[in-house]
């Protein structure tokens, strides 16, 4: 079975400092791995994924995460955080065939300004 | 191109009464995806469409929720009766039917209160 842990549930950074959203994996054979943003009143935005390609993976807005087999993870960073980059943001796994997700429980981002 | 789109976008019932979701996916994605969203937590799949058929409903409290998809493009969600623990947001989402592992379009939702 594929599950996914994101270790915090709220995390609170100053504008202008670098961010880190914590997601570990469980599954019995290569993930692909995805983060999606959620605004409030707003649709869930895929940020990247991850698909057995490059490790590092460079999305949307700045975000980019990198893929660590040897630790189970898929951590989320961004090296200066905007006011704007408040949101949830979920990380996601999928089964072997793409074609069920599994949704962590969400971190919530605040944004100092 | 459009997104999915979901109404209403708001919903307030008293318990025991009955409510249906709205989707319609984005033109041509096969697959298509409910979701429970309850505050706090990630979304939950509830049901799974291949076009008209259902793929997996094994999370959908079938004594009181059901969900049709009669010709493989919109997709209701029906609950009756409603539970005040049925209070959620109620996502709808889709993709394309690919070989690869697609991404998921979600709609705004529609947010759902039971009194």
């Known amino acids: 079975a594929q599950s996914v842990t994101q270790l915090d549930s709220h995390v609170s950074v100053s504008e202008g400092t670098p961010v880190l959203l914590r997601c570990n994996y469980s599954?019995?054979?290569?993930?692909?791995l995805f983060w999606y943003v959620q605004h409030p009143n707003k649709g869930l935005q895929l940020l990247l994924k991850?698909?057995?390609?490059?490790?590092l993976v460079k999305g949307i807005n700045g975000f980019e995460a990198e893929f660590k087999k040897s630790e189970t993870s898929f951590h989320l960073t961004k090296p200066s955080a905007h006011m704007s980059d408040a949101a949830e943001y979920f990380c996601v796994v999928s089964d072997l065939r793409g074609n069920q997700f599994y949704f962590g429980t969400g971190t919530s981002l605040t944004v100092i300004p | 191109e459009a997104g999915v789109a979901q109404s209403p976008r708001y919903k307030i019932i008293e318990k025991r009464q009955s409510v249906a979701f709205w989707c319609n996916p984005i033109?041509?994605?096969?697959?298509l995806y409910w979701y429970q969203q309850i505050l706090g937590q990630g979304p939950k799949l509830l049901i799974q469409f291949q076009n008209n058929g259902v793929v997996d409903d094994s999370q959908l409290p079938k004594d009181r929720f059901s969900a049709e998809r009669l010709k493989g493009v919109d997709s209701t969600l029906k609950i009756q009766p409603a539970k005040l623990e049925d209070s959620a947001v109620y996502l709808c989402?889709?993709?394309?039917?690919?070989?690869?592992?697609?991404?998921?379009?979600f709609g705004s939702g529609t947010q759902l209160s039971v009194l």
């Open positions: 989402a889709s993709r394309t039917l690919g070989t690869g592992v697609e991404k998921l379009f």
């Open positions: 033109s041509g994605h096969a697959t």
């Open positions: 599954s019995s054979y290569s993930p692909s």
């Open positions: 991850y698909t057995s390609a490059a490790t």
